[in-house]
């Protein structure tokens, strides 16, 4: 039983470091209040006692880029005061015009950097650059429509091509249409991902690359993803009998949100839309989150539930039993944590070696072939493949263990062989690999081909965590959520909806931008796997700008109508094909044009 269990024991323990670094997290930024002495102000009485026009410097940086803007408008200046802020005026103008150029007019002057988003952090360094006036720069961009609704990516992409214009050269990492589309040069790297990829497919036009046969991203676009992929499931109104349960959100004024009611449609999958700033994170994460969350942990204690935070209440969260942001954050900080052991395959294929004849007869038990506790992993690395050299004056490097190859396994252990492979070759084998070769094991087999379908068949099961992009570890944690979903797809309509208002598990899963860094390849997979979910009899909420994701949608929650103090109104809801036939915000008019084109039939 020790033997069995060791594995999951270490994984476990490194789990709970884990929960505990971020509640450790989430615990002192609980603690940040603003100062009693300024009020948050930032600067002593003599400094604020300073005004321009009636204003201190806090009262002018608490302003949006926007209205800080109109503001400078309306102020003037005659005589000797004119003279010193003509020049002054005019840069301060220009460099405001520059944030609201890239989209970010909603951000206040005094916003913390570490509240910004990474795509918010990054326009406002675009930002900067478009007021240095600087010519023959080569400007790297690491896709920059991160974040972004289509309206504010259009104004992006203008930008963009000013800077170009201005003789600079700008070499763009991107997956979105609009920027491939509007592109001089492109290179096509692939064909597909890890091992399979790494070579140039295509340098040339967007006419050229879709020409290419073997280019991926060439075919999508010649053969776009059409659209609805499966049937909507239908979601009639609050209190039909044939209809869902609904979660309800009354009075929601946290941040920018303006008293806003919602209604979100349990066992479905729901994408909440709008312009940068609009206040959909805050709905989505901050209000919805949290607060089921901290009732659910509650009702699991039969403690009393804590009072709603940021909202009047939520009705109808009762059979919501479980809540959980799937992100984008490392699924482990080690390089002991892989696939492998997150998605929880790991334990059998530790079992199969201990049944082999030569384990047995050396008296090696499944402990034996862990890497994370026991006599059998690495001496030297204590299984973690790689050791760590400290540089001095330099950045630690990692390299791979001499004494094991890489491999995790001390010399007795890897001797072991199951049809001719260690346990050290299964480690090194890709998802593709080991789905071949375990075939006949359907307890291993099923999450292998979870990982295939969600596009990760290119990774190796032993894979160390930190080295995973933020995608790869997102839909890593989709499949573990896949592999123990519990299927509702054949059931009739009466049963599946005495299925969802049942006692039994029911998920509510809460994924931001989820597409980020994704190809359109894996994008389609994507929605394949939160569809998967959703028959599953789970509720998806995703914040998200991707079309093909609205597209989706069961059910969209569209707010606006612009970001900060504009925004925070929920300004349409309702299945895709209603916001776009009535084309009256930004998400609508975009859906439209999307849908008139992908459409199927």
């Avoid at 280019?215 to 239908?234: K, N, V």
């Avoid at 919501?320 to 944590?337: A, F, H, M, N, Y």
């Avoid at 291993?444 to 290119?458: F, K, S, W």
């Amino acid at each position: 039983g020790e033997d069995q269990s060791s594995e999951s024991i270490g994984a476990l323990a490194e789990r709970l470091a884990d929960s505990r670094a971020a509640a450790t997290d989430e615990d002192d930024s609980a603690l940040v209040e603003a100062c009693a002495s300024c009020t948050g102000q930032r600067l002593n009485r003599t400094a604020l006692a300073v005004t321009l026009a009636g204003r201190s410097i806090a009262e002018l940086t608490a302003l949006s880029v926007n209205d800080c803007a109109r503001w400078l408008e309306t102020v003037g200046f005659t005589g000797r005061s004119g003279l010193i802020a003509r020049d002054v005026l005019t840069e301060i103008r220009s460099r405001l015009g520059f944030l609201g150029d890239v989209g970010l007019g909603y951000l206040t002057l005094d916003r913390a950097a570490p509240t910004l988003s990474g795509g918010e952090a990054q326009r406002i360094r675009l930002a900067a650059q478009l007021g240095s006036n600087l010519q023959g720069v080569c400007y790297v961009l690491d896709e920059p429509t991160i974040g972004l609704h289509p309206r504010d990516n259009r104004i992006l992409l203008k930008t963009l091509e000013a800077l170009r214009d201005k003789g600079n050269t700008l070499l763009v990492v991107e997956h979105d249409e609009d920027t491939i589309a509007r592109a001089d040069h492109l290179i096509d790297i692939g064909p597909g991902a890890g091992r399979r990829g790494g070579e140039v497919i295509v340098s040339g036009s967007r006419e050229a690359l879709m020409a290419e046969p073997g280019s991926l991203t060439g075919r999508l676009l010649r053969e776009p993803l059409r659209h609805p992929i499966q049937a909507r499931r239908p979601c009639p109104s609050i209190g039909d009998p044939d209809g869902p349960p609904w979660l309800q959100l009354h009075g929601a004024t946290l941040h920018n949100l303006q008293g806003l009611n919602a209604a979100i449609p349990i066992g479905r999958l729901t994408v909440v839309t709008g312009v940068s700033g609009s206040g959909k994170s805050t709905l989505a994460r901050e209000l919805l989150l949290a607060n089921m969350k901290a009732r659910i942990h509650a009702v699991n204690l039969r403690r009393t539930p804590p009072r709603w935070s940021g909202l009047d209440r939520i009705d109808g969260w009762e059979p919501i039993t479980r809540v959980l942001e799937v992100d984008q954050t490392p699924i482990g900080k080690t390089p002991r944590s892989c696939p492998a052991t997150y998605v929880g395959f790991w334990d059998a294929i530790r079992r199969l070696f201990a049944d082999s004849a030569e384990a047995r007869l050396r008296g090696f038990g499944p402990g034996r072939f862990s890497f994370n506790t026991g006599d059998g992993r690495c001496p030297v690395c204590e299984g973690q493949g790689v050791q760590t050299i400290e540089m001095s004056f330099l950045p630690d490097v990692k390299v791979s263990c001499e004494a094991c190859n890489g491999r995790r396994f001390n010399p007795e252990t890897l001797d072991i062989r199951l049809r001719e492979r260690s346990i050290g070759d299964v480690l090194a084998m890709s998802v593709d690999e080991a789905l071949e070769w375990f075939d006949a094991h359907p307890s291993i087999a099923h999450p292998l081909r979870l990982l295939q379908d969600v596009g990760l068949g290119y990774l190796t099961l032993g894979q160390a965590s930190p080295t995973l992009s933020g995608g790869e570890a997102q839909r890593i944690k989709l499949v573990t959520e896949l592999a123990k979903a519990r299927g509702l797809a054949g059931l009739d309509a009466p049963a599946r909806r005495q299925a969802m208002r049942s006692p039994s598990t029911h998920t509510l899963y809460v994924l931001d931008e989820p597409t980020v860094g994704l190809h359109m390849a894996d994008v389609e997979k994507l929605i394949r796997v939160m569809h998967r979910l959703v028959d599953a009899g789970n509720t998806l909420v995703v914040v998200e700008h991707n079309l093909d994701i609205w597209a989706e949608a069961d059910w969209m929650l569209d707010l606006g109508p612009e970001g900060g103090a504009g925004g925070g109104h929920l300004v349409a809801c309702g299945p895709p094909e209603t916001l776009a036939d009535r084309a009256t915000t930004h998400t609508g008019r975009a859906l439209a044009d999307f849908l008139s084109e992908r459409t199927m039939g």
